[in-house]
């Protein structure tokens, strides 16, 4: 009885292995007639049974689901990806020298090419997702080109698809990328200007021929760095405080002197409430580089934006010191200044009619005057370095007429009234 049992199964296994070799051959019929639905219908009734299979069916059964859900290109995005997913499969079980191999090896450079050109294609047009997307599908295509995730990963951030960059960033760390690539470059003897050549070989055939000059090769600068930055970056953006952190420290790790980093790390640790790490973090950046005016400028920025008036206006003097043209700073300064005004205003509208508020009005008025006269000096400055920054010129109109400045008053009308003219022309 037991002889007859197995025999059954034996013959019921058989019976299966045969339906699944049946629609192995449907479906290749069906690919050949470019009927790929029809080819996927057969493929799923034969999946179910492959993991039982030799891998000679199994190199075959992956490499028909490749072009069934490939369709030649036509297939959609989802279904690329598990075409992808399948001729991957055939170079796994084969090893690069089985029956398939050359020719999954012919369609991935099809369809790689494709999704090079597609990705290229979108980027001029500055369709940047769609850019993106076929960047990753050319990487997972080629993995050991992991240059492709790295653009797919930067034009997903200038698409804004902030999910998506994370996701590649986080891979091209997690497998320790870098990104280094030789540049080779020689000048251009008819234009005078360098150009770049996409291998050594080609820039040495033109410099035998004479028409160019100084060869060079240079490495560019590893990528990882800037990685983990974006990393934070984007944890910053989808507000996850906690997790930005901490990838900023693994960025300042990568890279200490990043001022970007560091003045990042700050904004975070403010917008926490962290003040005491705040302000550690920008003594920290002012005693890598005090001689940097964009730094003393942002420095002015987050410590305005904290409330700390008197480091904004030191940090912003300083700026100015180390650069008398940096407009931002100048007019920064201004603001800064007036701001105090409003207190003094409410101040004085509290006041009643008494000698003693009399007295405190007119201490009050004075102040208020002093104050704009400290702003003029900067409103001015910023005006002669930007002759179109017309809110600089309304706001010393309106200064020149509160402290009854006519000279200068009429000047800055006449400002005001050109910059109004050119801007409606």
């Known amino acids: 009885m037991k002889k007859q049992i197995f025999f059954a199964v034996a013959v019921l296994i058989s019976s299966f292995s045969f339906s699944q070799k049946d629609e192995l051959k449907a479906a290749e019929r ?20 492959i993991t039982n299979e030799d ?33 991957n ?29 597609k990705g290229n294609d979108a980027l001029e047009k500055k369709n940047y997702s769609l850019s993106s997307n076929s960047f990753e599908k050319a990487y997972r295509m080629s993995p050991k080109d992991t240059l492709y995730l790295y653009y797919a990963a930067a034009t997903a951030v200038t698409a804004q698809d902030f999910d998506t960059a994370l996701k590649h960033y986080l891979e091209l760390k997690n497998m320790g990328f870098k990104g280094v690539e030789m540049e080779y470059t020689a000048v251009s003897k008819e234009t005078g200007e360098k150009e770049s050549f996409g291998n050594a070989a080609m820039r040495d055939i033109s410099v035998k021929a004479g028409t160019h000059i100084s060869p060079k090769d240079t490495k560019s600068d590893s990528k990882d760095s800037e990685i983990v930055k974006n990393i934070a970056l984007i944890y910053v953006n989808k507000g996850e405080n906690e997790k930005a952190i ?31 790490e705040f302000k550690k973090l920008i003594e920290e950046a002012t005693e890598k580089d005090p001689n940097n005016a964009e730094l003393q400028y942002n420095l002015g920025v987050l410590a305005a934006e904290a409330g700390d008036k008197e480091s ?27 701001n105090e005004e409003q207190t003094i205003i ?25 104050l704009y006269r400290e702003a003029i000096p900067y409103l001015e400055a910023s005006l002669k370095i930007n002759p179109n920054n017309i809110q600089a010129a309304k706001t010393l109109m309106n200064i020149y007429s509160a402290i009854d400045d006519r000279p200068n008053l009429k000047i800055m009308k006449a400002k005001v009234e050109a910059l109004e003219a050119a801007g409606e022309n």
């Open 30 to 49: 069906a690919i050949k007639d470019n009927n790929f639905a029809e080819a996927k219908a057969a493929i799923a009734s034969a999946e179910s049974l």
């Open 246 to 276: 901490a990838a900023m420290k693994d960025a300042r790790k990568a890279n200490p002197d990043d001022f970007g980093l560091i003045l990042s790390e700050a904004n975070v640790q403010l917008k926490m409430g962290n003040k005491a």
């Open 89 to 117: 499969m055939v170079e796994k079980i084969e090893g690069g020298s089985g029956k398939y191999s050359d020719d999954v090896s012919e369609i991935k450079k099809k369809m790689l090419s494709g999704f090079l050109t």
């Open 312 to 338: 904004a206006k030191k940090y912003y003097n300083k700026a100015i010191s180390l650069d008398p043209n940096y407009s931002d700073a100048q007019t920064n300064m201004a603001v800064l200044i007036l």
């Open 55 to 87: 891998d000679k069916t199994k190199a075959k059964f992956y490499f028909l689901k490749g072009q069934a859900y490939y369709a030649n290109g036509a297939a959609a995005n989802k279904d690329i990806d598990l075409a992808i997913e399948s001729f």
């Open 346 to 370: 409410e101040q004085m509208n509290a006041l009643g009619s008494s000698a003693a508020d009399n007295k405190k009005y007119d201490e009050l008025k004075q102040k208020r005057e002093d």
